[in-house]
């Protein structure tokens, strides 16, 4: 029997390959079954017939059925059902193992411009958009891809643009829309993202609604917080002993009105009524508008303002002893009533929801960062950062390294790093502040001899740094006590200092809006570019180095050592065996032992960046790494010992997002 199905199989093999298929005497060599198949088909009338081109249904089958064919066939069916099968099952394994790819706004800095001092075209003396436009080269040098341009909405300008007039225009100094919607196309044509201010807490005195509100026109009447107020001879009884962020009372008379309205800014800045539901769709529409023009991402402004406790109960001194009527700064009171009340983080949630109407096309994701200065209440920062299930801010800006030099030490960079990461909730995505339009230079801040070391820091701790305009080539304060200016914040917003001719290249008009630096021969773009061992060449090397290595780009940071002179991190990432050790000197000049922390290293590392740059090459020995005050190092080394495994570095590392390297693909994936 056996023999027989062997017979046959092998004869209508042969036959598969026989062109003279189903001559007679192919027939009689076939076995009984094989007979039994061909008197069906020749049942059929189709007997002698050979397969040919258009052939009829009937041939086809008598062809297609016999096993030689058949077997092969089905064959090939499962193994293509099979290689699908695979094909899917890798697909979803890749993407299920592949991490997040970073989302732009994590994997480039951010650049703040202050609009008003970037760059002047059309010779008024004022920066503009035009200005911006024209130097958006600048920022392929730098290796920055994120643009935050500050305020430049029409403002009556008490408060430098964030006094906003329409939240929907531009301002004449600035430019106009057309000139906008160019600055935002060629801005994307380059790889650019756009970054504006969103000023949801107050509005200008100036603005229409206000206008409105003031006479009690329709729903506009309760845009703004009114409330009933003594007025004798020109003095007002305000409602409650409220203070200004800028000092003396937040109530301020209205002779229109006959009611007095809250400023919690300057009284040309009355606060919204966020507890109108009008107010809320009012401001939903100004995002909307500000998406629909494409812009990337908003920088929400003084965010922890925008609800007040609608009791109006007086907030509690911070000395109680302190006579009521001398109450007249804002840090002589707790603000229990007028910031983070219930229901703020509610409103913001609201506007990531808005945002994300705008965020479904791939690659066009709408990122919102908040700012909220809280000092020691770092809880309450990271409240904007939402919960596992309810998205807010991407990150609330943290702008607590601005305090840096108060504790001017390893110790203290190591102290200020540590709070935030150790608030931070899981899995979020850390950033950093060092300077903005609010607060004074860096250099004048904490001395030139430390800026080069802090752009390091910004730049290899995890996350997003911020860097203010000009702070890449370590510009200073202006001196504003001879001439009318305000000492309040008028010297930080100095004209950019672009090379040494006149008005440092800002603009060609005779007299600019605030005076350029007088160090400006020196310290400018143009200078410092041809200048191997400058400031701006150190950020943009700092700046291709995140780039481009992954251990500093999303891997992990364990903390090795901080000592009252130096605050050394590693920067490293599973799989791969290169790392990164910063070096950072905060202090005076000082040897590190980084064997004895670490014994596994090896016996010297090779110096990627050094801020001062006859050291930018060699190596140092593992066992004594000397910095001088005020010096960065980024030192390389191989390893297959990684710090983030060791037991007693466990409390001493961070990653946002697991991820880990294989050498021989060249690809990330996560599980590790
Ligand atoms: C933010 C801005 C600041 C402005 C204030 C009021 O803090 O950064 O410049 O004065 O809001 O709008
Ligand atoms: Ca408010």
């Known amino acids: 029997m056996a023999n027989e199905i062997v017979h046959k199989n092998s004869l209508e093999l042969t036959q598969c390959y026989d062109n003279s298929t189903f001559s007679e005497e192919t027939e009689q060599k076939a076995s009984d079954g094989a007979k039994q198949e061909q008197q069906e088909t020749t049942s059929n009338g189709w007997k002698n017939i050979k397969p040919y081109a258009g052939m009829p249904k009937e041939v086809l089958l008598q062809y297609s059925r016999k096993t030689c064919y058949r077997v092969p066939r089905e064959i090939l069916f499962w193994l293509i059902i099979a290689a699908t099968a695979v094909l899917i099952a890798t697909t979803i394994a890749i993407i299920a193992l592949s991490p997040r790819c970073l989302d732009w706004w994590q994997a480039s800095p951010i650049y703040q411009i202050y609009p008003r001092s970037f760059k002047d075209s059309n010779k008024d003396g004022n920066g503009d958009l035009?200005?911006?436009?024209?130097?958006?080269e600048y920022f392929g040098y730098l290796n920055v891809k994120a643009i935050w341009i500050s305020s430049f909405y029409k403002s009556p300008m008490k408060d430098f643009g964030y006094d906003v007039e329409d939240f929907k225009d531009i301002d004449p100094i600035f430019g106009t829309m057309a000139e906008f919607e160019d600055l935002i196309a060629a801005m994307h044509e380059k790889g650019l993202k756009l970054i504006v201010d969103f000023i949801p807490n107050h509005t200008s005195d100036k603005h229409k609604w206000f206008q409105m509100s003031r006479n009690r026109t329709g729903k506009y009447t309760d845009y703004y917080i009114w409330q009933n107020c003594e007025h004798v001879n020109g003095t007002t009884k305000p409602p409650n002993n409220w203070i200004s962020v800028f000092g003396n009372s937040a109530?301020?008379?209205?002779?229109?009105?006959?009611?007095?309205?809250?400023?919690?800014?300057?009284?040309?800045?009355?606060?919204?009524?966020?507890h109108n539901p009008d107010v809320q769709e009012e401001m939903k529409d100004i995002i909307r508008f500000w998406l629909e023009k494409g812009v990337d991402g908003l920088r929400v402004d003084a965010v922890k303002y925008l609800l007040e406790a609608e009791h109006l109960r007086n907030e509690p001194q911070v000395d109680s002893s302190q006579n009521p009527e001398n109450i007249t700064a804002y840090s002589q009171l707790y603000h229990d009533y007028t910031t983070t009340q219930v229901g703020l983080h509610d409103i913001i949630r609201s506007w990531h929801q808005t945002m994300d109407e705008y965020s479904r096309e791939p690659g066009r994701y709408r990122f919102m960062v908040t700012e909220s200065y809280d000092n020691e209440e770092i809880h309450k920062t990271m409240m904007y950062y939402g919960t596992p299930f309810i998205a807010e801010a991407d990150f609330p800006f943290n702008f607590y390294l601005i305090d840096l030099h108060k504790n001017m030490s390893g110790d203290g960079a190591f102290t200020l790093v540590d709070s935030w990461m150790k608030s931070m909730p899981k899995g979020k995505w850390p950033n950093w502040v060092v300077g903005n339009h609010d607060n004074s230079r860096v250099v004048s801040r904490v001395g030139r001899k430390y800026t080069r070391v802090i752009n390091m820091l910004l730049l290899t701790l995890p996350g997003t740094s911020t860097t203010y305009y000009g702070e890449e080539i370590g510009m200073e304060n202006i001196d504003v006590s001879e001439e009318n200016y305000s000492a309040n914040r008028d010297p930080e917003r100095s004209p950019m200092q672009w090379d040494n001719r006149t008005n440092a290249g800002f603009s060609d008009a005779n007299k600019t809006w605030l005076p350029v630096h007088q160090d400006y021969q020196t310290i400018n773009v143009e200078a410092q570019k041809i200048q191997h061992n400058s400031t701006l060449n150190l950020y943009r090397e700092l700046s291709l180095l995140r780039m481009n290595e992954l251990p500093i780009h999303?891997?992990?940071?364990?903390?090795?050592?901080?000592?009252?002179?130096?605050?050394?991190?590693?920067?490293?990432?599973?799989?791969?065996?290169?790392?990164?050790?910063?070096?950072?000197?905060?202090?005076?000049?000082?040897?590190?032992?980084?064997?004895?922390?670490?014994?596994?290293?090896?016996?010297e590392m090779t110096i990627r960046l050094s801020t001062m740059y006859n050291k930018n090459s060699g190596t140092v020995s593992t066992e004594a790494v000397q910095t001088e005050q005020g010096e960065g190092l980024v030192l390389e080394y191989k390893t297959n010992h990684q710090v983030?495994?060791?037991?007693e570095f466990h409390d001493k590392c961070f990653i946002s997002?697991?991820?880990?390297?294989?050498?021989?693909?060249?690809?990330?994936?996560?599980?590790?």
């Open 554 to 603: 999303r891997g992990w940071m364990c903390y090795i050592w901080h000592d009252t002179n130096v605050f050394v991190y590693v920067r490293e990432l599973d799989g791969l065996n290169k790392a990164f050790m910063m070096v950072l000197n905060f202090g005076n000049t000082s040897t590190t032992n980084l064997a004895s922390v670490l014994p596994e290293l090896p016996k």
């Open 130 to 136: 035009k200005g911006i436009q024209e130097k958006l």
């Open 251 to 274: 109530w301020e008379y209205d002779e229109m009105r006959k009611q007095c309205f809250l400023h919690q800014f300057l009284k040309e800045q009355p606060d919204l009524n966020y």
């Open 657 to 672: 997002e697991k991820a880990c390297f294989i050498s021989s693909l060249n690809i990330l994936y996560k599980n590790c």
């Open 644 to 647: 983030h495994k060791k037991k």
